[in-house]
């Protein structure tokens, strides 16, 4: 079993910056790809973006293309997702996950492992 842990949220202006990290111990030898997903309130589980075990296969949803990077130190199990140009629409709590799948998938029922989520708040 994996756990996952998200850090780095808060609250951030718009136009603003912010790094969320995954970080993952336990079963970390599995070389699945792992995920971000955020929900915000009243809406359903949305797909951010994902990267493969290896730092490839690197995906991103349309709403966050060209402002958002996904990267992975595979020396500290850490995921991270780098927020740029951040709207107020990005405000959610985000997930990241990791998947029973090789390859990034966007579908939440692919992915067996969450963490607890970490708030991020847009301010217009």
């Known amino acids: 079993q994996v756990q996952l842990v998200e850090s780095g949220g808060g609250l951030v202006q718009a136009g603003g910056s912010l790094k969320l990290s995954c970080a993952a111990s336990?079963?970390?030898?599995?070389?699945?790809?792992t995920g971000w997903f955020r929900q915000a309130p009243g809406k359903e589980r949305e797909f951010v973006g994902g990267?493969?075990?290896?730092?490839?296969?690197?995906t991103y949803a349309d709403s966050v293309k060209g402002r958002f990077t996904i990267s992975r130190d595979s020396t500290m199990n850490t995921v991270n997702l780098q927020m740029s140009s951040v709207k107020p629409e990005d405000t959610a709590v985000y997930y990241c996950?990791?998947?029973?799948?090789?390859?990034?998938?966007?579908?939440?029922?692919?992915?067996?492992?969450w963490g607890q989520g970490t708030q991020v708040t847009v301010s217009s």
């Open positions: 990267i493969r075990w290896n730092g490839g296969g690197i």
């Open positions: 336990g079963e970390t030898s599995r070389v699945y790809a």
């Open positions: 996950a990791r998947s029973r799948r090789i390859g990034v998938s966007s579908a939440p029922d692919d992915y067996d492992s």
